[in-house]
């Protein structure tokens, strides 16, 4: 049984993540910032069926709310074994309609709450000479996206941080990863027309869009495993080779 965090947990991939660690009988911290009536919900729910989750509310992009996450979750679980690095946004439109504050809305939110986080969450890890974090990115960090510039050069950076902490953390037992999905069927990709979506499975080997559980089960493996650390792993479904 781990202790786990889940930035962004309360829709999408998060949610997926929080539900089915929360089913396997770890103990899950949910963050969630604007949708506070999503967390409820999914807390509900995993209630009804007599499965416990606590859910907190933090802007990860703001140091004093990530410290009060962690402060929490160590207060509630006093070791944190697992961080997900979760949360983030997105923005599709043409770079040169980028605003300075498009820039540091992306910024903050995708790279520079991983660098809260993380640093937050060292003294626990490197105390108790152990722990996994998984840094969630995208295969547009790994290829770079049409109208998706600012996106993709945040998780290319997420994925460069990623390979830094292995090496730094690695004599502290601590394992550092990136899982770069493809294209998934979340409310971030709602906004691609079925034109789009027919297009990319098209262009998928599998011919298919990737679902939350997909990343889900590399998530487990991550955890589970004791000897993979400063990889990025795409989960595109051979869209991206």
């Known amino acids: 049984m781990k202790n786990i965090i889940i930035t962004g947990g309360s829709r999408g991939i998060g949610k997926c993540l929080v539900e089915n660690f929360a089913k396997e009988g770890h103990n899950v911290i949910l963050n969630y910032n604007k949708s ?14 007599g499965i416990k989750i606590e859910i907190v509310k933090a802007d990860i992009s703001k140091r004093e709310d990530v410290k009060k996450l962690i402060k929490f ?9 697992v961080l997900i690095n979760n949360a983030g946004i997105a923005k599709l439109q043409m770079f040169q309609d980028v605003t300075e504050e498009d820039w540091d809305e992306i910024m903050n939110t995708n790279l520079k709450s991983i660098y809260y986080t993380i640093q937050e969450v060292m003294p626990n890890m ?8 998984i ?3 995208s295969m547009w960090g790994i290829v770079g996206a049409s109208c998706e510039a600012v996106y993709a050069a945040s998780k290319a950076g997420m994925d460069a941080i990623t390979k830094s ?17 493809g294209v998934i069927n979340t409310e971030m990709n ?4 079925e034109k789009i979506k027919e297009e990319l499975k098209k262009d998928t080997p599998l011919e298919r869009i990737g679902e939350p559980i997909d990343i889900y089960r590399c998530a487990k493996w991550l955890i589970e495993d004791e000897f993979t650390t400063g990889q990025v792993i795409s989960i595109n479904g051979g869209y991206v080779i």
């Open 36 to 49: 506070e009536k999503q967390a409820k919900q999914i807390k509900a729910n995993l209630e009804e069926q």
């Open 73 to 81: 979750a160590t207060k509630k679980m006093k070791n944190i074994d």
């Open 135 to 137: 840094n969630i990115s």
């Open 165 to 181: 902490l292995a090496k730094e953390f690695g004599p502290s037992h601590i394992r550092v990863n990136s899982i770069a999905p």
């Open 126 to 133: 490197i105390n108790q000479k152990s722990g996994c974090i």
């Open 190 to 193: 709602s906004v691609l027309d």
